[in-house]
């Protein structure tokens, strides 16, 4: 593994910790969040929810300033060592610029989700240099994050070693590939998220760094224009390689296949594309590190990322 | 009407000049556009075909290199005098970088359309300042399109007169609206088409300008996302005034309305803001020259354009 310490890496969390359950996108409800809760206390984490985490106003968590207090509330409290995001949705992106990055560098600590939380975490990227955590959110329903999901989260969060996810042939992604071997920061998440982060201060600078894309719901054509917004605007132009994770519901009644979408707007970047990562919203979800040094080997069909945590 | 001359305004179309259509996005065929056709010819022009104005590729009307030959193609010939897009639906974006814009500049035309025609009339902004005419395609539908569309889209191509569209209280957008009155230049178009410009060199500069937005079929959360997309990139600080069209069957099926996102997204600006303007995927869709000076009189409920052609 390449060494990059350009990052701040948040401590470990161990038992005992008290995790804050936090939800800076849309609204959930107590009994969607249930399992969880099981589970992190299964690990012997401690969850706390944030006083506004079932808050409600139409797609929204609850408005602006009381989805913002949430997160500034995990971030000044020194009892909580972890954010664990309930769930994505929309919203983020109205309220990552009240986040404290001041209080987030002073005391960094983990930061998990994904989706929509993609803003959050690359907000916390550009205000921090924060490592995060690209997983599954609280309100877990084990039908499509089963015992692998919940063991790949537990792994990224509660240990420290490298994180390896590799392609696998079930996923519908799996045939977008370009062979050979990147290295270089992983970074991304969801591709509408990372398209609405072009032009705003969010947008990292992927240049030597392995972007990591997934979708849910969207056209070929759409992910068509959101790639194509991307090369457009230059984003692609340095880029390391390209991990792709799931597109979950993407080409369902198209003639176009993602597939067809994904090689054609990656295959000539010139550098390795590994897709088949079953990284996303798609059933069995794993989780990787973000903002760390990665090796994408897109002739062996692996991504290893160092940890987020130290 | 305030002059501004900082704009190429291509010839007004007469009676005997040759369309071509051409189809730079979305596939359509012979039978849409059958009723385009004749209409175009009632009122004395000779509307002529792209040779791959009917190709298909999937969810593109052809490759990408066929749609740009196209376009060189109605550019370049002498006999042609406007463009007349058949049809939005995606991928100008892919072919805008292949526009011969020195053939633009030496020879202008006025190019009429919308929808993802906004991103070749962005491209022809950038290109040669080119001033556009935003309003239905050749592929027509009289039960959308019904006579006073017709006749909005006569008088934009082939008339020089001020182009006036007021506000009405059956468009869903009617109720947003902060009075005031703006100068600008129009600028705008399909939001979805806007957002997917910035941080490319196609995103015009709307310092000063009148944004004009209309949607189709993005739910609330979506169009919230764009709105607060193009506010983070800052694109919205200096405009003038935004001009509010159709959003069509974006809010069915969702708690929040339509009105409430673009209420709050656009009411804090500082500036009038007009909805309510039947511009846009919806029934009745009036034309409006686009890249020209516009007075946005939000008080009296107008939008008052300067024309595209001379």
Redesign the interface.
Known sequence: MPTDEHCLRPPVLRAGDTVMLVSPS?PTRPERVARGIELLTGWGLRPVLAPNAYARQ??LAGGDELRAADLNTAFADPEVRGVICTRG???A??VV?LIDMAAVRRDPKVVAGFSDITALQFALWRGARLAGVHGPGAAWLDDRTPLRSAESLHAALMTTGPVTVEAVREEETYPVRVPGRAEGRLLGGNL?LI??S???P??PDLTGAVLLIEEVQEP???V???L??LR????LAGVAGVAVGQFTECADG???TIV?VLAERLGDLGVPVLGGLPIGHGVGQLTVPVGTPAVLDATAGTLTTSPAVR
Request: glycine share 18%.
């Open positions: 849309g139409g797609y949705g929309y919203g992106q109205r610029d509408c398209t609405a072009i032009g705003t969010d947008m070929p054509y759409k068509d224009r959101m194509t917004h457009r605007c230059g984003a198209w003639d176009t067809d």
